[in-house]
């Protein structure tokens, strides 16, 4: 069972930066890719970014297209997710996913972690 741990959540200004770590516990097959979804109150879980193993494929949700960049760490079972230009809109519980495929994790995941919150004010 892998294990995903989140961080670098919390609170800013409109217009600033935070950035998120996810650490796995282990590799497997069935975890190569890892992502972030996040979910907002009342709202749907929302796909945010994806990278696979190697890094060499990456995608990300619309609403975050050219202002949050996803990446791999010195380690293979570390992700970064550096989120700038945050809008009040992005305020969300952000989780860590991983799963076999990169389809896997922009669709569902097969692994999640806790989640972290972000919170931007306004």
């Known amino acids: 069972q892998v294990q995903l741990v989140e961080s670098g959540g919390g609170l800013v200004q409109a217009g600033g930066s935070l950035r998120l770590s996810c650490a796995a516990s282990?590799?497997?097959?069935?975890?190569?890719?890892m992502g972030w979804f996040r979910q907002a109150p009342g709202k749907e879980r929302e796909f945010v970014a994806a990278?696979?193993?190697?890094?060499?494929?990456?995608k990300y949700g619309d609403s975050v297209k050219g202002r949050f960049t996803i990446s791999r760490g010195n380690a293979k079972n570390t992700m970064f997710l550096q989120m700038n230009s945050l809008k009040p809109e992005d305020t969300a519980v952000y989780y860590c996913?991983?799963?076999?495929?990169?389809?896997?994790?922009?669709?569902?995941?097969?692994?999640w972690g806790q989640g972290t919150q972000v919170t931007v004010s306004s």
């Open positions: 282990q590799r497997t097959f069935s975890s190569d890719a």
């Open positions: 990278i696979s193993w190697s890094g060499a494929g990456i």
């Open positions: 996913v991983s799963g076999r495929s990169m389809l896997v994790v922009t669709t569902r995941g097969e692994y």
